[in-house]
């Protein structure tokens, strides 16, 4: 990795940072909806990669984990983990309980 790849990286984190910040306290929906805009995607290819084929499961995932990143905004603690670190936590977990039901 390059130190421009590096650089760009640690920009973006820090965009992500300053968009969870704007939803967690100002309940922003613009800033929301440039998450759900950069992470939904990587859900869905998430969800695809664990279970190909199943296209509205990876749908419903990433809409489920989206409305859990607006609902629990608050609770996102950026000193301990990236924003993708806590979002896909979220999609793990989501992920585990729908197969249990």
């Known amino acids: 990795m390059t130190?421009?790849?590096?650089?760009?990286?640690?920009?973006?984190?820090?965009?992500?940072?300053?968009l969870m910040a704007k939803v967690s306290l100002e309940r922003d929906k613009q800033a929301f909806s440039q998450l759900f805009d950069h992470f939904a995607p990587l859900l869905r290819s998430?969800?695809?990669?664990?279970?190909p084929g199943a296209a509205l499961v990876a749908d419903e995932l990433a809409q489920e984990v989206m409305i859990k990143v607006w609902n629990k905004a608050h609770t996102y603690k950026p000193d301990?983990?990236?924003?993708?670190?806590?979002?896909?936590?979220?999609?793990r977990?989501?992920?585990?309980?729908s197969l249990r039901r």
């Open 3 to 18: 130190g421009s790849d590096s650089d760009s990286r640690s920009e973006r984190n820090a965009q992500l940072k300053s």
């Open 46 to 51: 998430y969800s695809l990669a664990r279970e």
């Open 80 to 91: 301990l983990a990236a924003v993708s670190t806590w979002i896909f936590t979220m999609a």
């Open 93 to 97: 977990n989501s992920r585990i309980d």
